[in-house]
Nanobody
Framework: QVQLVESGGGLVQPGGSLRLSCVASGSIENIEVMRWYRQAPGKQREFGAAILNNDDSEYGEFEKGRFTISRDGAKNTLYLQMNNLKPEDTAVYYC????????????WGQGTQVTVST
């Protein structure tokens, strides 16, 4: 089992920045990819960004350049740096970790609320 704990969310004004963290613990040796998702009120959860163990990354719905995914392998921690935040970025942000073999297994954090508002 893998446990994921997110932190770093909160209330921020438009144009502000936040850095989310996700600490992984437990049986993490088989984790091959970690991702950030978000779910806005009344909307489906959407894929934002992913990073592999070799630090290759890809971006889905998150705007590359405004959002940056990174990780610290030594600390078993995933990060999401969010800059120039907009009201439409308001959502619950979730950390995901996945084992890809022998079968795909996904683990989820509890989520952290990000609210962008004046």
């Amino acid at each position: 089992q893998v446990q994921l704990v997110e932190s770093g969310g909160g209330l921020v004004q438009p144009g502000g920045s936040l850095r989310l963290s996700c600490v992984a613990s437990g049986s993490i040796e088989n984790i091959e990819v970690m991702r950030w998702y978000r779910q806005a009120p009344g909307k489906q959860r959407e894929f934002g960004a992913a990073i592999l163990n070799n630090d290759d990354s890809e971006y889905g719905e998150f705007e590359k350049g405004r959002f940056t995914i990174s990780r610290d392998g030594a600390k078993n921690t995933l990060y999401l740096q969010m800059n120039n935040l907009k009201p439409e970025d308001t959502a619950v942000y979730y950390c995901n970790a996945a084992e890809l073999s022998p079968i795909i297994t996904n683990y989820w954090g509890q989520g952290t609320q990000v609210t962008v508002s004046t």
